[in-house]
Each structure stands twice: as structure tokens, then as C-alpha cells.
């Protein structure tokens, strides 16, 4: 190990590439005659949407490690390019198992139906609330199977979008100082601070994922909802422990091999497993994510409810001082983004993939950022309102003092 470590000859190097092309060049092929397929059965575009942009993820996996590897200079950009939607393909998928339940409005009407309905499964406790696992139980209240669950697995997806997209380009700007070492786990780099929060942000997303899959696996079994969920997290759960894995095993204490080469080793090494692993990748999502699914055209969604005209998207539930009347209307508004004709043009296809799914994403970021800030801005008005509680308390005491000076 030490000598791969510290010796990396040419004819090593161009075989590994060489072998990582030609995983490549499968991945991509499988990858773009599936998104193809989907785009040219444009169908669906409430779920197709979010589908391509799970199966995007195969493409954009393999040309940033293939890049990496054949040019180690510009690896950071391409890791940054690869977490970034890393994030927003968890977000998709979340996004796509809501719209083969109709929607946000359908979806929360579900979850509330099972709440109302009793307990089906062994982490529902009581009528209406789900219990965590040991020692989330200790550490987390039970979740009220409704609009409150929804809301809860929804900002859990979406705040590892954003975290890793903040955590990539922080990754970024350290490593133009110097201090980010990247695979290096030293308490002065910026590196293990920031696996640590991203192992915490991705962890609890998936945690989120698991919950709301838990809840509503049978709703979705006309989709057979497991073996895409299987695939889905396998690529994002295994990408990311693998390259931890890689990271101590080459660091100092693991291995003899000087920092410099560990890095450069550790580095290759992830993108070449990578590449061979999207060709796996590409070749399950085309069994799993088949086109066939949407080359008819569709008046009922898949898990048998009507697809509905508009949806009510979780910023309006959170709206309490509009009607539902105004909440939908302005949504219809706001989101009248799906094409409404099926058999659509590809370019038209792209422009709602990107611009309208684009929209739906902004809008979510919003939300998950104002339910962030909400408590702070109420502990500190919370704080505020102590620390005035105490000063006036305490000038109440100096003249109560100074009254019974007088007196005597």
C-alpha cells in the first residue's frame, strides 16, 4: 500500500482511465437514451419532472469523477459539481414520491387519513403520532401523522440541499487558503468539520426519506416504490461512506504513505470506483425507471387517485391568514407550470424540467429557510423579553431599596 501510495506511474494512471472510459461511455449512453425516452414521453410532467432529475444523476456522477480523474487539477470543482446535486437529486426523488401521490394536497389529505385511521405500521404509536427508533425516541418528540409529519420530512429532504450546496462552496473558498485539506482528517483543516456536518444533514434527510416511505410504501405499490428506493439510496448512501471510507483508510495512522500522494490516491480512487458504479447505476435505473410507464397518455396517476388540476404546496399550509380559496388560487398562479397538453415537444419538455422545476425548487428553499429561522427569531425575542423581564426587576429592587433608604 505504501508503494501505490507513494508511487503513481504513468502507464497505471492512463489503464485506470482507460478502464474508467469505458464504464463511462456505458453509463452515459444507458443514461441519456433513458432521460431521452422520458423526455420524448413527456406525458406525466408532474412526475416526469422530478424523475429525470433523479436519473440525472448517473451523467452527472460520471463525467465529473471521469474528469477528476483524468485531470487531478480540477477535481475540486468537480466534487463540488457532484455533492451539489447529490442534494438535489435526494430532493427530486422526495419531490417524485409526493407527485405519484397527487400531489402536496393529496399526499397531506393521505397522512392525515392515516392519522385520523389508527395506527398500520410498528412506528405509529397511539392514533396519530409516530415513535423514533432508539435513541431518536430520547432525543426527538413523537411526529403527529398529518400536515405536521409532512412538513417535518419535507424541510428534513430539503435542508441537505441547501447545507450541501452552502458546505460545497465553503469547501471551496477554504481551499483557496489553504486550509480545507481535503481527505485530511487534522483538527486545523476545514475538512472534518464539514464531513461531520454534512454525515449529520445527510443522515437525517435520508432518516426523513425513510419515515415518509415507511408511512406510504403501500399507497405507491402500483409503482412498486421499493426497488426505486433501493437504487436511489444506494447510489447516494454508498457514494458518500465510500469516500469517507477512503479518507481515513489512506490518512496518516491508517497508512505509511506520504499526505501528498494519500490525497492524490484517495482522490482517483473514489472516482474510478465511481465510474464503474454509474454503469451498474444506469443499467438499474433503466429496469426501474422504465419510459414505458408514460408512453400513454394518463387521465388517473398510478396509486389511484384523480391527478389534480392544481396542488396546494406546503408554504400555503403554513399561511394561516389566507383563505383556501386565495391559497389555491394564488398557487394555480404561482405554479401553473406543468404543461398542459400531453405529447409535448422535447425542447417544450426541457423548458418545464428546468424552468418550472426550477421554481418549485426556489419556492421550497424559501419555505425550509423561513421555518429555519423562525424559532431563532422566536428564541431571541424569547431571550429579549428575559433579559427586559430581568432589568426592570432589577430597577424595580434598586427603587424599592432606595424608598426604604428614605424611610428610615
Known amino acids: 500500500m505504501e508503494l501505490m501510495l507513494s508511487i503513481n506511474p504513468p502507464s497505471i494512471r492512463l489503464s485506470a482511465v482507460g478502464i474508467a472510459g469505458v464504464f463511462a461511455s ?27 432529475g433523479v436519473i440525472f444523476m448517473v451523467p452527472v456522477y460520471t463525467v465529473s469523477s471521469f474528469l477528476s480523474l483524468w485531470n487531478p487539477d480540477i477535481s475540486m470543482e468537480c466534487d463540488i459539481l457532484r455533492n451539489c446535486y447529490e442534494a438535489f437529486a435526494l430532493y427530486s426523488f422526495g419531490n417524485y414520491l409526493i407527485e405519484c401521490l397527487g400531489g402536496e394536497r393529496q399526499t397531506v389529505e393521505f397522512l392525515e387519513r392515516q392519522g385520523s385511521s389508527g395506527a398500520h405500521t410498528p412506528l405509529l404509536k397511539g392514533k396519530a403520532t409516530i415513535r423514533h427508533p432508539f435513541p431518536l425516541q430520547f432525543l426527538i418528540r413523537p411526529w403527529s401523522l398529518g400536515i405536521d409529519f409532512f412538513k417535518v420530512t419535507k424541510f428534513g429532504i430539503v435542508q441537505y440541499m441547501i447545507v450541501k450546496t452552502f458546505s460545497a462552496f465553503l469547501a471551496m473558498l477554504l481551499e483557496l487558503f489553504g486550509v480545507y485539506g481535503d481527505g485530511e482528517f487534522r483538527w486545523y483543516y476545514g475538512y472534518p468539520y464539514l464531513t461531520v456536518i454534512l454525515n449529520f444533514s445527510q443522515t437525517w434527510a435520508l432518516y426523513c426519506l ?5 408511512i406510504t410504501h403501500e399507497e405507491l405499490a402500483p409503482i412498486k416504490p421499493l426497488a426505486k428506493f433501493v437504487c436511489f439510496k444506494a447510489i ?11 479518507a481515513l483508510f489512506v490518512s496518516p495512522g491508517f497508512t505509511s504513505g506520504h499526505p501528498p500522494g494519500s490525497v492524490k490516491f484517495q482522490s482517483s480512487l ?45 408554504e400555503s399550509l403554513l399561511d394561516e391568514g389566507k383563505t383556501q380559496e386565495e391559497k389555491e388560487s394564488g398557487l394555480e398562479q404561482l405554479f401553473h407550470s406543468d404543461i398542459d397538453n400531453v405529447g409535448t415537444s422535447l425542447k417544450e419538455s426541457v ?27 422566536k428564541g431571541i425575542t424569547k431571550i429579549n423579553e428575559t433579559l427586559h423581564q430581568f432589568s426592570w426587576g432589577t430597577k424595580l429592587s434598586g427603587e424599592e431599596r432606595n424608598e426604604e433608604a428614605r424611610e428610615q
Open 210 to 214: 425513510v419515515q415518509f416511505y415507511t
Open 270 to 314: 473514489q472516482n474510478f470506483i465511481i465510474c464503474v458504479e454509474m454503469a451498474i447505476a444506469a443499467v438499474a435505473h433503466v429496469r426501474v425507471f422504465p419510459a414505458s410507464t408514460y408512453q400513454s397518455v394518463r387521465t388517473q396517476n398510478r396509486v389511484g387517485n384523480s391527478v389534480p388540476s392544481n396542488f396546494l404546496p406546503v
Open 351 to 377: 423548458q418545464d424540467v428546468v424552468f418550472k422545476g426550477g421554481g418549485h425548487v426556489v419556492q421550497d428553499v424559501k419555505i425550509t429557510m423561513s421555518q429555519a429561522v423562525e424559532p431563532v427569531e
Open 236 to 246: 447516494v448512501f454508498a457514494t458518500w461512506w465510500q469516500g469517507v471510507g477512503i
Open 26 to 52: 456505458i453509463a452515459l449512453c444507458l443514461s441519456f437514451f433513458l432521460l431521452f425516452q422520458h423526455l420524448t414521453n413527456y406525458n406525466d410532467p408532474k412526475e416526469q419532472k422530478w424523475l429525470i
